[in-house]
Structures are given as C-alpha cells and as structure tokens.
C-alpha cells in the first residue's frame, strides 16, 4: 500500500450543497476522499469527476441507520481505514411552520438525521480518529444553533445539540490529537431551503433572489481552512453570514 500524502477526509451528506463543494476542495488538493449520502448516482457521479485529482471511495450511506455507519467501518479498503478529518454535514431542515402546525413526523426526521445521524458517525469514527498523530471533526451547526427564529423549533434544537455536542467532545479530548469545531453559517445557497420548502421555488426565490447568500464554495474554503490549521490548534466554533443579512430587533407583542 502506498502512503497517503495528506490525511484522509470523510464527508457525510456529499451530494449537494457544502458537502459537494467539500469534497471538490479536498480533491483538488489531493487529500484521499471518502463521500457518502444516501443518493447512489450522485456519489458515482462525484466519484468519476474527483478521480482525476484523488483517491475517491463513494458509499451510499442513510446517516441515521447506525448498523449501516458500522458497515461503513468494515467496508473502507486499507489506504482509507486512517480516516483523520470527519466532515459531519449531513442534515437538513423541515418546514418553516409554528411549532404547534409543525408534522411531529418532520421533527423525528430531523432529529434522527442532525442528532441522531451526527452521533452514530462521530462514535464509529472517533476510535480511528483518536489514533491520529492530528484529527478535525467538523460538525456542520448553523446561526440557528445561536439565534432563535419563527418556525426553528427542532432544527434550531438539533443544531444547539451539535455545538453543545462539538464542546463536550473537546473536553474530553482537550490534550489529545482530536479537534472539534461547531462550524455556524447563516443563509447560504443550496438545496437546503428547497428542501426545508418541500420543493417550492416560488418561496426559495422570494429569499434568495437577490440576498447575496453565502454559498456553498465559501463554506468548503472555510471547511479546508478549519482542517489546515496548525495542529496545536483548535477553532472551537465559528459563526459565518453574509453581509447581506443580520439580526432583527427583538419582538414586542403589545397585551390588551
Ligand atoms: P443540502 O440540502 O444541499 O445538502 C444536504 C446533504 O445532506 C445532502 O448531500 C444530503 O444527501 C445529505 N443528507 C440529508 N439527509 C441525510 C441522511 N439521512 N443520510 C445521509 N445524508 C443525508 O444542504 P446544505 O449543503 O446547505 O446543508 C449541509 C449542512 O449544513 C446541513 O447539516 C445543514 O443543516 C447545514 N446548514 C445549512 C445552511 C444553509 O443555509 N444552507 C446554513 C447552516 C447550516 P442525500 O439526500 O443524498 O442523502
Ligand atoms: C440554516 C440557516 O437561518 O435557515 O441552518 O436556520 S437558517
């Protein structure tokens, strides 16, 4: 087997969005790729553009099946097994209605993926990570994790859960090879909202459509900035928006 020259980078949720620009960052700086998501032609898709510039292993993964993380384990051939930066991106939104119109179905969803999916690959992973001489978790947060807004209920929850989770493993691992970061963009542009809109254009429109977002390349740069950092250190969290956008005032619902 040969060497690897740069470290191995997992990333969850490569299909789209910050997880595709990600893998696209990496691959043309060389670092041995592994890219998974549960959409198959995609990832063979993302695979046969990547191998020109790296090594590329594609694995059709559901993040919240644990047994299927497991799997991935034992499928990684020898030159991936090493894997040293996890890029836990994977997630998603669903709806933007108050909480008590919200579908108790959507909120399972959520959390299974941006808590549950999150925790089953950081567990799996963090053995191998942990014989690193260097490793970064990257856990994709959000603004939501820090700033509440109408119709964020449980993914703003979940989010909260990720960067509360990415402080808690740097306690423990504090001294160690391991880095964590709870990475927070604010609106960027990819299919997360036509997601979160159940495929309305109309609606992803009306917010985008001229709202300069932040998109998907400035994310994977600031992911690859993240994992170069020298390694004695560790950027613990880090909030991202457009310029374009900022907070509102406080609401005051005046009583009768
Ligand atoms: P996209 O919808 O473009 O990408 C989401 C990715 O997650 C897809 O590759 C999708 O792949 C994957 N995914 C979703 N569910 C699962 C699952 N159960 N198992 C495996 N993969 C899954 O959105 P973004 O790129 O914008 O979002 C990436 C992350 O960044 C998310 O965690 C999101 O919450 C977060 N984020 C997004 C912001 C935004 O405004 N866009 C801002 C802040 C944070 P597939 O469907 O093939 O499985
Ligand atoms: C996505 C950003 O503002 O839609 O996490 O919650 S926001």
Redesign the pocket.
């Known amino acids: 087997m040969t060497e690897n020259k740069h470290p191995v980078v997992l990333i969850t949720g490569a299909t789209s969005g910050f997880g595709l620009a990600t893998a696209k960052k990496f691959a043309t700086q060389g670092y041995p790729l592994i890219i998974t998501g549960r959409r198959a032609e995609r990832l063979e898709a993302l695979k046969a553009e990547l191998t020109p510039f790296t090594k590329v292993f594609s694995y059709t993964l559901d993040v919240r099946d644990d047994k299927a993380v497991e799997a991935l384990v034992d499928a990684l051939p020898a030159e991936f097994k090493e894997v040293a930066i996890l890029v836990n991106n994977a997630g998603l939104?669903l709806g933007t209605e108050p909480a008590d119109k919200a579908s108790l179905a959507d909120w399972h969803t959520m959390i299974d993926t941006n808590v549950t999916g999150l925790v089953n690959v950081t567990h799996c992973f963090l053995p191998t990570l942990r014989k690193q001489v260097s490793s970064s978790v990257i856990n994709l947060a959000?603004?939501?994790t820090n700033w509440a807004?109408p119709g964020?209920h449980v993914?703003?929850a979940s989010?909260a859960f990720v960067a509360q989770f990415s402080r808690n493993l740097r306690s423990d691992f504090a001294g160690s090879g391991i880095r964590v970061t709870s990475l927070e963009?604010?609106?960027?542009e990819s299919e997360?909202?036509l997601v979160?809109f159940n495929g309305d254009q109309d609606k992803y429109n009306q917010i985008y459509n001229n709202a300069k977002a932040l998109q998907p390349e400035d994310i994977a740069n600031i992911i690859f900035w993240i994992a170069e950092q020298p390694a004695h250190i560790n950027i613990n969290s880090l909030e991202v928006m457009p310029t374009s956008q900022a907070w509102d005032n406080f609401k005051i619902i005046k009583q009768q």
């Open positions: 939104a959000s603004i939501a807004y964020s993914y703003g989010k963009p604010g609106l960027s997360f909202s979160r």
